[in-house]
């Protein structure tokens, strides 16, 4: 059975850091591009970061940018959401997610992507 699991979420202060993973089991997702989605208390859920199975291109949310790093190791088919000077409106449960192609147009619809893990809670506290 095909899965991807998140994990590293919690408990982080404002200004603090924090690193998500996204493991793939079943499969190899390869050459599949990677994103990470976010669903905060009451609100959709939303794009944050995506990743190009070579890592050539990458695209952050408006929000998030200058803040987050999103990054991949193939070998280890693992993805990776950096998390820095996080703010309390971060807070959300993060989703990681996978698709065959990346599109810089279509890349935060949330429809387009295939593949997706069962969430993890970040809170930031203020």
């Known amino acids: 059975q095909v899965q991807l699991v998140e994990s590293g979420g919690g408990l982080v202060q404002s200004g603090g850091s924090l690193r998500l993973s996204c493991a793939a089991s079943?499969?190899?997702?390869?050459?599949?591009?990677r994103g990470w989605f976010r669903q905060g208390p009451g609100k959709e859920r939303e794009a944050v970061a995506a990743?190009?199975?070579?890592?050539?291109?990458?695209y952050y949310a408006d929000s998030v940018k200058g803040r987050f790093t999103i990054s991949r190791d193939n070998a280890k088919n693992t993805g990776y959401l950096q998390m820095n000077s996080v703010k309390p409106d971060d807070t959300a449960v993060y989703y990681c997610?996978?698709?065959?192609?990346?599109?810089?147009?279509?890349?935060?619809?949330?429809?387009?992507?295939?593949?997706w893990g069962q969430g993890t809670q970040v809170t930031v506290s203020s």
């Open positions: 997610a996978a698709r065959r192609t990346l599109n810089g147009s279509t890349w935060q619809l949330v429809t387009g992507w295939d593949s």
């Open positions: 079943g499969r190899t997702f390869s050459g599949y591009a």
């Open positions: 990743i190009s199975w070579s890592g050539g291109r990458i």
